[in-house]
């Protein structure tokens, strides 16, 4: 208490000191004094206030203590006189035994009186049910049933209570109500029959399907009451619980099974389409029924019975199963398809759930799949597999086919532009466009995959393609006069290969994605790559052609006949516009092509005719009727060629310039300047060689050996360099030795 005091004048004087710190504050001495006196009185009046209700709580606590005191005494009081009371009346209740076998005998009698007039009208009640079913009123069916049940079920019921262990009794009232039992299956099979049909029932007589729920939902109120005594009693009467909802949604499910199973009308040896009118059926039905659950039949059941919504998963897992059947058969390819776009596909579209009618009550999110992932994927395993062995067989066939018309008698059509062409590209293009449509029908993964197969497939094709266009050609070859329209099939086929490459882009924009492109277009270069080199090939085999029919004329060159005047020229250059003219039909990219080899062979072979030393002129006069001539001739070929290759925008006039170059060194008539007029040729001619330099200084006749050693050796010193637009022209020709240059002449 002392601490507390000093605590407090402490506190006092640093306040006072606090408020007296300044002369002129002690003028106010008074005042602060007053103030704190207030403050004062009014924390001592809180005070006592707060002790004064403590007090207060204090004491009422006490009074309620004490009064909990006297009652628990006086229950302490009641306790020991209920005690005394329960042992003084136990010899009591033990001598009222009998008045409670006559209380329960008495509850048996009234109940028996109670239901004495159902006792003896149960024969005249079944047989007024039993018409009542076979009439088809089967709520009155069924309240009599509920009458005889009842007197039935309380006569069993009291007979328990009195004595449970009696089984004659309880089998002697079985056997009087055993007819109820009878009509109670019978009632269940008249609705059972109404729900197999409930679909049509629904729409031709709806209340017939309500009296049925009705009645199936009367049975359910009995049977959770029955199920509650139960619990009490421990009594069950024969036949409870019937379980008819249960049942109810079994025969559903039961139906629907069989209304899935019953859509196949046909098999595969009746009608190839078999499958997809089973699924057409399928599909027809379900949505209808469906429509019709969602319309028609919620009204005809109560909400908390869900009835769309069994029904809809009833559908659902019968189709599932019903899907898993087919996957699980031999199916052919077209078969799988058409399963998997069903599942896949046409399940989910509007056609079928995604149906506006169907809508929002159909979730396609909540449904799991018809098939499963590893289903799918054996299914498309073997749709891949099959397909890949139907494309091989049917490449192969169309192959064979196209085959056949290259002997034909007759030309071969031409498309719309005029130029030849064979029905292969088309038929191998919608072989591999009605398998892209079908596989996009399923899904794009399958399209990618089916895509891939079919330019892998493309690319061995190709191949094939290529070795039976080379035996063509061979077969030719050996006997020229068969077929007789080797040329016009040559055309087609090399007109076939732009077809092809221009059909394999197509497709590829049309049924590729930007994203997978990369990966599949690798194939791309393979296939153009054979397809050129088929084209070049047919392009070689038509020169061919052409040169073998020039020969003759060709070995006339730089000879001493064409020096007297042979129209060797003139005749190369009918034949070959002949021939030209034959190759009108060959499409523009090929036949330029085409005309450009042709201008450079022909060149070639004249530049051979030279440097094989046919010739060896023996004056001026006659290296320059030779030269001249040369130059004539090369102009002419100058002629043909642009003739030829008018339209194609290129210039070849280069090829003839080597003739013309050529016949410059032989006609020089000073020997001095022979060197500089080499020098200039083997300059524009980078791949000139020396024995070509040699042929050609044979040929003029008057150069001593001195000066073509000293030419030789002069240009060896400094080759030159061939630019990159540069043709070789040279390089090809051979220069024979002495000898056969001396049996030549």
Not at 378 to 385: F, H, P
């Amino acid at each position: 208490m002392k601490e507390t005091d000093r605590e407090a004048v402490a506190t006092a004087v640093q306040r006072v000191a606090g408020m007296l710190q300044r002369p002129d504050q002690l003028d106010k001495v008074e005042q602060y004094r007053r103030r704190e006196a207030r403050k004062k009185a009014s924390v001592e009046a809180r005070l006592k206030a707060a002790i004064q209700s403590q007090l207060d709580g204090v004491r009422t606590g006490l009074s309620q203590l004490h009064n909990a005191l006297n009652d628990v005494k006086d229950i302490q009081q009641s306790l020991a006189d209920v005690s005394k009371d329960w042992r003084q009346s136990i010899n009591t209740i033990e001598s009222l035994k009998d008045v409670k076998d006559a209380v329960v005998q008495h509850s048996q009698l009234a109940a028996a009186v109670e239901n004495l007039k159902n006792i003896f009208s149960v024969p005249e009640i079944v047989r007024e049910t039993q018409d009542l079913i076979e009439q088809g009123a089967l709520l009155q069916a069924h309240r009599k049933l509920m009458d005889l049940e009842c007197s039935r079920d309380g006569l069993m019921y009291e007979q328990y209570r009195m004595d449970s262990g009696n089984t004659r009794d309880m089998t002697l009232i079985h056997g009087y109500f055993g007819s109820t039992q009878g009509l109670s299956d019978e009632l269940a099979k008249q609705l059972w029959m109404v729900l197999q049909r409930s679909l049509v029932t629904v729409r031709r007589d709806p209340t017939l399907l309500v009296s049925v729920v009705r009645i199936i939902e009367r049975e359910e109120k009995i049977d959770r009451r029955i199920l509650d005594r139960k619990k009490q009693t421990g009594f069950v009467p024969p036949g409870r619980p019937k379980n008819w909802k249960e049942k109810m949604f079994a025969i559903l499910e039961r139906t629907v099974i069989t209304r899935i199973e019953g859509t196949q009308a046909d098999t595969r040896e009746s009608d190839k389409m078999w499958l997809v009118r089973h699924l057409e059926i399928i599909r027809k039905y379900v949505l209808d029924d469906l429509i019709v659950a969602k319309n028609l039949m919620v009204q005809c059941f109560p909400p908390h019975y869900e009835i769309f919504k069994n029904l809809l998963s009833m559908y659902h897992q019968a189709l599932s199963t019903r899907m898993q059947e087919l996957a699980s058969e031999d199916l052919e390819a077209n078969e799988i398809v058409s399963l998997l776009t069903w599942v896949l596909n046409t399940y989910t579209s509007t056609e079928m759930m995604r149906n506006v009618e169907l809508a929002p009550e159909v979730d396609i999110g909540t449904l799991e799949p018809l098939l499963s992932p590893h289903v799918v994927s054996e299914l498309l395993d073997t749709y891949m597999s099959t397909l890949t062995s139907n494309i091989i067989a049917w490449l192969r066939k169309a192959l064979e086919t196209d085959k056949k018309d290259w002997v034909k008698e007759t030309e071969p059509e031409a498309d719309q532009d005029g130029y030849y062409q064979t029905t292969l590209p088309a038929i191998v293009f919608q072989m591999f466009e009605q398998n892209l449509q079908v596989a996009a029908q399923i899904s794009e993964d399958l399209k990618t995959k089916v895509l891939v197969l079919c330019l892998q497939q493309m690319n061995s094709f190709l191949s094939r393609y290529k070795d039976e266009a080379q035996l063509y050609k061979e077969e030719h070859l050996r006997n020229r006069q068969h077929p007789q329209c080797y040329v016009q099939y040559m055309i087609a086929i090399i007109n076939n290969c732009q077809t092809f490459k221009e059909s394999i882009v197509s497709l590829k924009r049309k049924y590729l994605k930007n994203d997978v492109e990369e990966g599949v277009s690798l194939s791309q270069p393979n296939m153009d790559g054979i397809l050129d080199a088929i084209a070049k090939e047919g392009c070689s085999g038509l020169l061919e052609e052409v040169f073998l029919d020039l020969e003759q004329h060709l070995n006339e060159l730089m000879t001493k006949k064409w020096l007297l005047g042979s129209n060797a020229v003139d005749i190369i250059c009918v034949t070959v516009e002949d021939y030209f003219n034959d190759f009108a039909k060959i499409k523009k990219l090929y036949k330029k092509r085409m005309t450009a080899e042709a201008h450079r062979r022909v060149v070639v072979e004249y530049l051979r005719a030279v440097m094989q030393k046919r010739i060896s002129f023996r004056s001026p006069e006659e290296r320059k009727e030779g030269a001249e001539k040369m130059v004539r001739e090369a102009e002419q070929l100058r002629f043909l060629f642009r003739k030829l290759a008018s339209g194609f925008g290129e210039d070849a006039d280069g090829y003839c310039d080597t003739i013309v170059a050529v016949a410059e060194v032989i006609k020089l008539t000073d020997p001095s300047l022979l060197y500089l007029e080499v020098s200039t040729l083997v300059s524009k001619y980078p791949d000139i060689r020396d024995d070509h330099i040699g042929a050609l200084l044979a040929v003029r006749g008057d150069t001593s050996r001195d000066m073509k050693q000293t030419i030789m050796e002069t240009l060896e010193q400094g080759p030159a360099q061939a630019s990159p637009s540069y043709m070789p022209l040279f390089k090809d020709i051979m220069v024979p030795s002495l000898n056969v240059a001396k049996l030549l002449k």
